[in-house]
């Protein structure tokens, strides 16, 4: 796994917002720049992913119960 900041910059989300703007970005990536890191093991675009994936979406990742977001890696 490669760290994130040895990414090309465009590809980063944070560098991508800035110079793209919000629209330029997916809801993985917003989700990264909200969540700041990862898991060990895990960057947090990955996680992000993940997180979505499992949530079905960013409504219903932020709708949910902090039990229910904590019981997700």
């Known amino acids: 796994m ?3 900041k040895q990414w090309p910059a465009q590809e980063r989300p944070r560098e991508k917002l800035i110079s793209q ?3 330029s970005l997916t ?11 990862g898991c060990q093991g895990t960057d947090v675009v990955t996680l992000s992913r993940q997180l979505l994936t499992e949530f079905g979406s960013l409504r219903a990742l932020f709708s949910a119960s ?5 019981s997700h890696k």
């Open 21 to 23: 703007g919000s629209n």
């Open 66 to 70: 902090e039990s229910d977001f904590c």
């Open 27 to 37: 809801d993985s990536e917003l989700l990264a720049i909200f969540l700041r890191t």
């Open 2 to 4: 490669t760290a994130i």
